[in-house]
């Protein structure tokens, strides 16, 4: 598989061999979108083509409705092109969705965003692709434009998607529900999210459980649901099993959530580094304990739980 390329900006681009192309947010990557990947995939490899997707930063629901805070992002930007690296995408497109861009009308977004500057052979969209101002843009347009544009134009059926039972949506809601495996289950790929560790109480080490502190960056970042979950923790380049915790801590009469995960088999200082945590699975609701001693109980019950569901996966 050759190194996905990265542009970021849609000026200067350069002349891409009999390009395919496809455009959306493409939010956690899930089979639905895979779908529609592995279409231009199939017709890149037809015609000697190579794989173009379009996609926007900031969301656009971010700069449509800069006062909502309520939409989570399943993947931050980075995270999208590190999972669409792994779904033979040649390159990957980052159009900078700004208040100009959304007032593009619908023809003049495939004139100037699209044909002008990307020129593509073969557009693939999905069956419910809404393009320009107000969203007026649709498969419809893009059909009576093609002849005089000179591309072709394919849209994946609706049956095809519908089959999947399948949104980002739906995915979103079972991640922060802490659904992790149906999440898990629709994407194709586990729940990922990154983070840096930060100093915390050491509250972990006095009982024997010691945790990294994870603070996530990126506010519009989506968190699972409280809870203790069955976690894999990647640290240069190496794969440890861990449980991450995720909640108020009420043991400690906590005010302010945390994200803190114990490594197994890992003991050195991370504070400073940058861990990537795959979600497999959550095991347990957060619970208050009356004593410590009753946690460090359930804390070892829980590792064995934790090693149960991560040795099967």
């Known amino acids: 598989m050759s190194k996905i390329k990265v542009y ?25 979108h895979q779908k529609i990947i592995k279409r231009i995939r199939e017709i890149a490899d037809q015609q000697q083509g190579e794989t173009l997707l379009l996609t926007f930063h900031p969301h656009p629901k971010f700069i449509l409705h ?5 939409l989570k992002l399943i993947n931050t930007l980075e995270e999208r092109i590190e999972l669409l690296g792994q779904y033979e995408i040649d390159n990957v497109l980052i159009a900078s969705f700004t208040d100009h861009f959304a007032q593009l009308t619908p023809s003049a977004y495939l004139r100037d965003s699209i044909m002008k500057k990307i020129k ?5 969209i999905g069956f419910d692709h809404r ?12 059909k009576q434009l093609a002849p005089e544009l000179g591309y072709r134009i394919e849209e994946i059926p609706v049956e095809q998607i519908n089959d999947l039972k399948i949104s980002s949506t739906k995915i979103r809601t079972a991640i922060a529900s802490g659904n ?52 894999f923790v990647h640290y240069r380049q190496k794969k440890y099993k861990g449980m991450l915790y995720i909640g108020f801590r009420p ?18 200082n991370l504070y400073g580094e940058i861990l990537r945590i795959d979600f497999m699975a959550k095991t347990r609701n957060d619970v208050r304990f009356e004593s410590r001693e009753a946690m460090i109980k359930q804390l070892k019950q829980d590792k064995l739980e934790t090693l149960k569901v991560l040795n099967q996966g």
């Open 8 to 32: 970021r900006f849609l000026s200067n681009l350069p002349s891409f061999s009999n390009p395919v192309l496809t455009i959306g947010t493409f939010d956690g990557v899930h089979l639905g």
């Open 66 to 70: 800069p006062n909502d805070y309520q």
């Open 120 to 124: 593509p052979k073969t557009i693939v």
């Open 131 to 142: 393009f320009g101002k107000d969203r007026q843009g649709d498969i419809q347009l893009m």
């Open 180 to 231: 992790i495996r149906e999440a898990n289950a629709l994407s194709g790929h586990p729940f990922t999210l990154s983070g840096q560790v930060i100093t915390g109480n050491q509250v972990g080490i006095e009982i024997g459980f010691p945790t990294a502190n994870i603070f996530v960056e990126n506010k519009r970042k989506l968190i699972p649901g409280i809870g203790i979950y069955a976690v």
């Open 251 to 268: 043991t400690f009469s906590g005010t302010e959530k945390t994200i803190e995960v114990n490594i197994f088999d890992l003991n050195t």
